[in-house]
């Protein structure tokens, strides 16, 4: 885990998770969570991160070689993964996914269309019309973010 990965001056923070909203997340999207995800959330529920950028080969509707990723969806709150059935229909996004960042035109998410476990990561872009793998999992792509002005 990189140093002061979650921004200090952070409003976005929500009660910290426990074993038992996990648990109860998980039976509601009927998903696994990736066990470095819930150990970030248990550093701190969600928020505005310091890494915000993730490199790509392809361009996105950020730029030509990377997306932006200001925050990672905690449990509960008002960015919240437990939102995702909800914006899944809203934007007409493919099921089978949990959202962890995104502001309606482009979503970062896992992808447990093909898995139940340990999903790669995606990004859905320009409105949910493409999808393409970012990272083949959690901990890769949190090892794999930068900041912008690096």
Not at 59 to 84: F, K, M, Q
Not at 120 to 128: F, R, T, V, Y
């Amino acid at each position: 885990m990189k140093k002061s990965f979650w921004q200090e001056d952070d409003e976005y923070k929500v009660e910290p998770i426990t074993n038992e909203i996990v648990a109860e997340a998980e039976k509601e999207l009927s998903v696994k969570l990736p066990e470095s995800y819930i150990s970030l959330l248990k550093e701190q529920n969600g928020g505005y991160i310091s890494y915000d950028s993730y490199p790509t080969n392809f361009p996105t509707s950020w730029a030509d070689d990377h997306i932006n990723v200001d925050y990672i969806r905690g449990i509960g709150g008002e960015e919240s993964i437990l939102e995702s059935e909800y914006l899944i229909k809203e934007w007409g996004l493919p099921k089978k996914v949990v959202l962890i960042s995104g502001d309606g035109h482009t979503w970062i998410a896992f992808d447990y269309r093909n898995t139940d476990e340990n999903p790669p990561i995606i990004l859905i872009d320009h409105d949910g019309e493409e999808i393409t793998e970012l990272a083949p999992d959690f901990e890769s792509f949190l090892n794999g973010l930068t900041k912008l002005e690096d």
